[in-house]
């Protein structure tokens, strides 16, 4: 089965400008996390998914913002981007929860 | 918050011995733990998970000892490989559906 695909793989963006990041599961999965992946701070929760609802949120502010559609795809957005905001964001799919996360091989988003 | 860490960033074994890979945690309310291994440009991959209910969990050559009291897990590598060389990330959550991940400890496994 195909695994979970992330596009673009490759992103490079200026200050003060938006990106959006998608994310597709695993064909059945409904539950889809986002983290970012940062030198020395691992895996940092963003926001997890659930049948089109967020149902939980980490600790980003407000710029970081996501959503997910009727067939599970997710989409990230990040806006007016800060140099900071450099790193590996990657997304994983469930069916339900936590269990048997797969991640996807992410996205690099350099912001100049 | 760092609810989850990994305090060596590194460790480098000799094929053939042992790994040790460490992590603690600080939220009590966590009660499934997991271990992900990551290569360079792929995400990570699920490797083991125990939950609180026990204290060991073996596949293969991989055992990961849960210590509730303590809040601290690791993961135990059997012999080691050099295809065992990558970023290992300890993690953890409760009931609320969201996983914490540590730093991640580089292993480098010495032919």
């Known amino acids: 089965k195909a695994g979970v695909t992330q596009t673009p793989r490759y992103l490079i963006k200026t200050r003060g400008q938006q990106v959006t990041l998608s994310c597709s599961p695993i064909?059945?999965?409904?539950?889809v996390s986002w983290y970012q992946q940062t030198p020395g701070q691992g895996l940092q929760f963003l926001f997890e998914?659930?049948?089109?609802?967020?149902?939980n949120k980490g600790n980003f502010p407000g710029r970081f913002s996501g959503r997910q559609f009727s067939n599970s795809r997710s989409e990230m957005n990040v806006s007016t981007l800060e140099l900071g905001d450099s790193a590996l964001y990657l997304c994983?799919?469930?069916?339900?929860?936590?269990?048997?996360?797969?991640f996807g091989s992410g996205t690099r988003l350099t912001v100049v | 918050d760092q609810q989850v860490k990994q305090n060596s960033p590194s460790l480098s074994v000799q094929e053939g011995r042992i790994s040790i890979l460490n992590c603690d945690y600080t939220?009590?309310?966590?009660?499934?733990f997991l271990w992900y291994k990551k290569y360079p440009a792929e995400g990570p991959t699920f490797l083991i998970s125990?939950?609180?209910?026990?204290d060991k969990n073996e596949d293969g050559r991989f055992t990961v000892f849960l210590n509730k009291s303590a809040k601290h897990l690791s993961l135990h590598i059997v012999p080691s490989q050099p295809g065992d060389s990558a970023v290992y990330f300890c993690?953890?959550?409760?009931?609320?559906?969201?996983?914490?991940f540590g730093a991640g400890t580089r292993l480098t496994v010495k032919p």
């Open positions: 994983a799919s469930s069916l339900q929860g936590f269990e048997g996360y797969t």
């Open positions: 064909s059945g999965h409904r539950s």
């Open positions: 998914y659930f049948s089109e609802t967020q149902r």
């Open positions: 939220n009590s309310m966590f009660d499934y």
């Open positions: 125990i939950s609180s209910i026990k």
């Open positions: 993690a953890a959550s409760g009931n609320n559906n969201d996983m914490r």
